[in-house]
């Protein structure tokens, strides 16, 4: 892979922990932590993330998208196989108000990446659906 498509790789990985965390910081209501980035911060960074990944995808020809949105799909794949694992014991239905922030970040990101491998695998064209599916196997069960 060309260091711009691995760099692509990095940034939606990027992208993705920033909206989880907005998420997260919109969700946990009014806690007043100084430590935690205003909602306009949170914005801002997603919308740098979001134009530099464009920037990015713009410079690989068709393979080089190809590959990089395969090895997101496969990469996405790997954790939603080990939510089981990670939100063991744990339930949707629990309380916000009552629901650590652990939890709160680590359903929020299973939600997240179930919804993105969705689109990436909604797009994915008749050949590359066939070179995935030969990757990746069955679609792992939900938890909860």
């Not at 680590?106 to 659906?129: K, N, P, V």
């Amino acid at each position: 892979m060309t260091p711009t498509a691995l760099q692509l790789l990095l940034v939606l990985q990027q992208l993705s922990q920033a909206r989880i965390r907005f998420s997260c910081g919109q969700l946990s209501g009014a806690v007043d932590d100084r430590s935690k980035p205003s909602e306009q911060d949170a914005a801002s960074r997603i919308s740098a993330r979001e134009h530099l990944a464009l920037r990015l995808f713009a410079l690989l020809d068709d393979k080089q998208r190809c590959d990089v949105m395969l090895a997101r799909a496969q990469f996405l794949r790997l954790l939603l196989e080990s939510a089981p694992r990670r939100l063991q014991g744990w339930s949707d239905q629990d309380p916000l108000d009552r629901m650590p922030p652990s939890r709160l970040f680590e359903w929020i990101s299973h939600d997240f990446e179930r919804l993105e491998l969705a689109q990436i695998e909604a797009q994915m064209a008749t050949g590359e659906a066939a070179r995935y599916l030969g990757r990746v196997g069955p679609v792992p069960p939900s938890p909860g």
